[in-house]
């Protein structure tokens, strides 16, 4: 019996400190030091929340870059991968319909970069190749006007680099690669 009453207090003990104690002081720090990120990296304008850098947004406009495909149909409630196998004939079928839609949106597409047809793990992946965005860049061209240098330099401007030097691929945040494209563009 007094092992049993051991256990209960140990539990209740790292209840508190893990449950309560240390998810209130990591927040409370990750307030004071980092407060836009801890708030969800919440991008406003005109005090309106227009989105977070942090999660793709679905652009359906032929004026504007479109995102990473989302197996959660950019619900940010229901974050999901396809979970299809990739020699499974549902998946080949889903690729070739993205290949097909791409090429039909994209009419000047000859290489076509594997993140325009595939989706991301979390299925909100905000991040697209350098390649990915230069591959859309005839289609807005010829929506908006802009030349395809101009839409280029856009590109080179919002792109990131590897992660400390090393990590990752270079990319390009869309949400973030649109509000600037949106400065120069009505739609």
């Known amino acids: 019996m007094k092992l049993l009453w051991i256990a209960i207090r140990t539990s209740v003990v790292l209840l508190v400190i893990c449950g309560f104690i240390y998810p209130l002081v990591t927040t409370g720090i990750a307030q004071v030091l980092f407060p836009k990120q801890a708030n969800g990296s919440l991008v406003e304008a005109n005090g309106v929340v227009q989105g977070s850098e942090l999660l793709a947004q679905e652009f359906t406009s032929p004026k ?84 395809e240098t101009d839409l280029n330099k856009l590109i080179d401007d919002t792109s990131k680099s590897r992660q400390l030097g090393i990590f990752g691929e270079p990319r390009v945040n869309i949400f973030q690669l649109n509000r600037e494209l949106l400065k120069q563009v009505k739609l």
């Open 64 to 147: 504007l870059f479109h995102s990473r495909s989302s197996a959660a149909g950019y619900n940010p409630t229901s974050s999901s991968g396809s979970n299809k196998a990739v020699a499974s004939d549902d998946y080949i079928k889903a690729i070739k319909e993205q290949v097909d839609a791409l090429k039909l949106e994209n009419s000047a597409l000859k290489d076509i970069p594997a993140d325009l047809v595939t989706t991301s793990g979390s299925g909100f992946d905000p991040d697209l190749s350098i390649a990915g965005a230069q591959a859309q860049v005839h289609r807005i061209s010829q929506a908006t006007g802009i030349a």
